[in-house]
């Protein structure tokens, strides 16, 4: 069980322009931060990347969620008016620890959540889900999507999700156009049974862990165009702008270019190579976050 960390309840309340925090166990979770720049350029984030302790996606279920209650202790107590769990393995075994450490003026907006409130509103039927053993075995997509559509009054659709856990490392690595990641993915879509003219076809993929967006362009080649790829980072900024708006939070646009910080656990030459990859442009990563001694 997490200790919740007390914040002062004379605390001030937060100002609009206060930084989004948005976590990920790594790098990954830069998609989603690429998409919230793209969705409100007028927000600051800070960022982190628990580099020193990934991949989530093969840890223990209560390490996952000692690592996030730490980090989003540490985003709130940053003064961040907003936290985003940028990291599908996080979100599906932390979510509610999260938002249990946090003050409860602060929205906690997971990767999870929004795409199956997407999938509901769009009455897919199909669906198949790739992600991380974390994810993946925690069944969160499968449970949360029936759940959704119950609440909607609809039938139930057909779930099915499979891991793919060589995925992140190959993309980490840079090579999601290299020629080796086609067959990689066409093995484990063969595996789960989802290619075209098989039984169990599916109807829309969700890309469930954040490295996968930088592959989408190799996915809808192994899928061909009649299965839909669900664009996760850009669904989950619109949460995270409605959120926002809700409770009038919305940066003010007027406030110029928005500086954002980035900060990682484990500082290495790679990561600072790939960060641009995965934010779409330079990124200046610094040393820092719960675990960092000055
Ligand atoms: N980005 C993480 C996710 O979305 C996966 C990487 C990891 O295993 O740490 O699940």
Known sequence: MAVRMCFPSSRPSLASDAPIGIFDSGIGGLTVAHAIAQAMPAERMLYFGDTAHM????????????????????LAAEGCKAIVMACNSASATAKAAVQD?????????????PVV????????????????????GSGIYG???????????????????????LLAPLIEEGWQSHGL???????????????????????????????????QQAFSQVLGPEVHLIDGPSIVASAVADALHARGMLAPVDGGVAQHQFMVS?????????????????????????????
């Open 55 to 74: 991949p989530y996606g093969d840890r223990s279920p209560e390490l996952v969620r000692t690592y996030s209650v730490r980090i989003a202790e540490f």
């Open 101 to 113: 450490c946090v003050p409860a003026d602060v929205p906690v907006i997971d990767v999870v959540a």
């Open 117 to 136: 409130q997407h999938l509901s509103r769009e009455g897919v039927k199909r669906v198949g889900v790739v992600g991380t053993r974390a994810t993946i």
């Open 143 to 165: 449970r949360s999507l029936k759940e959704a559509q119950r609440a909607m009054g609809l039938m139930d659709g057909l779930v099915e999700e499979w891991a793919t856990p």
């Open 181 to 215: 990641m086609l067959p990689v993915i066409q093995g484990y879509l063969e595996a789960a049974g989802w290619c075209a003219g098989t039984q169990r076809h599916i109807e829309a993929l969700v890309l469930g862990c954040t490295h996968y967006p930088l592959a």
């Open 266 to 294: 484990d500082l290495t030459e790679n990561f600072v190579r790939s960060a641009q990859r995965f934010f779409g442009k330079e990124v200046h990563l610094v040393p820092g976050g719960p675990w960092f001694q000055h």
